[in-house]
């Protein structure tokens, strides 16, 4: 077994190369500071000088008066008075050879002054440059290096780990090893499990504030895993036994803004209705349009001096709905009407949630009676017809979850899509098809919610568009031979 001195050994001098190699890195981070402020410094003088050299390039006009000066001394030598002309402010001024002559020989010594200076400047600019750029290699090399330290040092930190893990793995017996791997599989699946729950109830404080969307990946994996009171805080109730005294039985899959939710919940106030969709922020809509409802039904009831358990006074028909198409207005109107709502919209919740795929994980068999399949997906092309809502593999989970008596409606504006859902709900043998004429669809008040209530049917009517309608019931199982 190595002994402690060794142990503390190995220890301390990762610790004393990390302390070296962090000053080092301290270090080269102010010399590459250093290095960009001068790079910004020579710069900004390399742009100074540019400006000014610009401001100096008289080469071609020296050039210029230089042969003009040498053809006037000509001149002048064989005949100083020969008349010459001059533009002089735009003018041209006549003058004698030996009158402008001196004036250009100034002139010509200005420029050849300016055009030195230039040269200077210029000197002085490719100085610069060379200074710039042995810092701008310097800076790189630096970079580089940095990096390089930071890859050695991670390299480093990882060998030391691995190299003490073997020393301590070494004195052990294997009894010892196996009892540690144990013990730390089950520390990594509990804390797991105790992050879980943390991050539930942080997203779950209370039912009105907190969101209520519940994502896919941790659904239930059983329904009695589900905690129904997040989403009805005051009709979800376990008698002495921890049994819940009501559970969900209409279901709208595919709820979309929340119309037949908001509809339904009036009609029946002592049944549990949930609206189950996929869109994440179509979900949050309803969720926080139902949560504005519960609260408007509150203060109405304390600015009343009423209490919940009166008759409902006013429910929005298929008729008042129509007329006012507008969404804003819609809602304005739920919430003035939500003091006379029974219930309080206290019986209606919404998850986001994949029903295709997770449905049973959420109802229990035989636990809901009426399920909701309004203007689903048409999903047009016939590559994409196994994913609609209805299909043969899918029946068996509704008929899972629905009990015998139960109903199936189904409405679209789409024939070939009726079409579909129509036969394949004949040909499975635990459906049967509705008459739309039977006495039990004439009676029944969810037929005029499923037509005028929601959202896409009222725009199928405000473009004048056709509307089909089915509604089939749950049959008895068969009897076992």
């Known amino acids: 077994m190595p002994s402690d001195a060794r142990m503390t ?44 050299a610009d401001e100096h390039k008289y080469v071609v006009f020296e ?47 200005g420029v050849r002054n300016a055009i030195i200076y230039s040269s200077q400047l210029m000197r002085v600019l490719m100085d610069l440059a060379k200074q710039f750029k042995q810092n701008e290699s310097e800076l790189l090399e630096l970079q580089r290096k940095r990096r390089y330290e930071e890859k050695v040092s991670t390299v480093v930190t990882h060998a030391c780990k691995i190299k003490t893990q073997a020393y301590l793995e070494r004195g052990r017996s294997s009894f010892l090893r196996r009892v540690k791997t144990m013990a730390k599989r089950k520390r990594v699946k509990t804390e797991t499990g105790i992050a879980i729950l943390k991050e539930q109830e942080a997203q779950h404080p209370n039912a ?41 039985e209409f279901a709208d899959i595919g709820c979309g803004f929340g119309g037949l939710l908001m509809r339904l919940a009036p009609m029946f106030p002592d049944k549990l209705i949930l609206g189950m969709e996929i869109r994440t922020q179509v979900t949050q809509y309803v969720h926080d349009k139902i949560n504005a409802l ?71 068999r035989g636990q809901l009676s009426k399920i909701f399949f309004l203007f689903p997906d048409p999903h047009f092309k016939t590559r994409k017809h196994k994913a609609r809502i209805i299909s043969s593999t899918l029946l068996a989970e509704y008929a899972y979850v629905l009990r015998p ?44 919610a499923v037509t005028f209530s929601t959202e896409e049917g009222r725009k199928v009517e405000r473009n004048a568009g056709d509307k089909y309608f089915a509604a089939f019931v749950r049959l008895e199982n068969p009897a076992m031979e």
Not at 23 to 30: L, N, Q, V
Not at 70 to 80: A, G, I, M, N, Y
Not at 97 to 104: E, N, Y
Not at 222 to 228: E, G, I, L, Q, T
Request: charged share 30%; net charge negative; with cysteine.
């Open 9 to 52: 050994g190995g220890g301390n001098e990762p610790q004393g190369a990390c302390n070296g190699r962090r000053a080092d890195g301290k270090e080269t981070a102010i010399r590459v500071q250093q290095l960009r402020t001068q790079m910004q410094a020579i710069a900004e003088k390399i742009g100074d000088i540019e400006s000014d």
């Open 63 to 109: 050039a210029y008066t230089r042969l003009v000066i040498k053809t006037l001394r000509e001149v002048k030598e064989q005949d100083s008075e020969r008349t010459c002309f001059r533009l002089v402010g735009g003018i041209l001024v006549e003058r004698t050879a030996k009158d402008v002559l001196p004036t250009l020989e100034s002139t010509h010594d």
């Open 208 to 248: 009105i504030a907190g969101r209520v969307v519940i994502p896919q990946k941790r659904c239930p994996k059983k329904p009695s895993d589900m905690d129904w009171s997040v989403h009805y805080p005051e009709m979800y109730k376990l008698d002495e036994y921890c049994n819940p005294l009501c559970k969900v």
């Open 294 to 364: 519960r609260l408007a039904h509150k203060q109405a009831l304390s600015a009343q001096g009423t209490n919940d358990h009166e008759p409902t006074k006013l429910v929005a028909s298929a008729a008042d709905i129509d007329e006012d198409a507008d969404e804003k207005r819609q809602n304005e109107k739920l919430v003035l009407e939500a003091g006379h709502v029974n219930g309080g919209y206290q019986n209606i919740s919404v998850l986001r949630s994949n029903a295709m795929k997770f449905l049973p994980n959420f109802f229990e």
């Open 405 to 448: 008596g139960g109903i199936i409606y189904t409405i679209t504006d789409v024939r070939d899509l009726h079409v579909w859902m129509v036969k394949h709900l004949d040909e499975f043998s635990l459906f049967e098809r509705i008459p739309d004429d039977a006495p039990q669809l004439q009676n029944d008040p969810c037929v005029d």
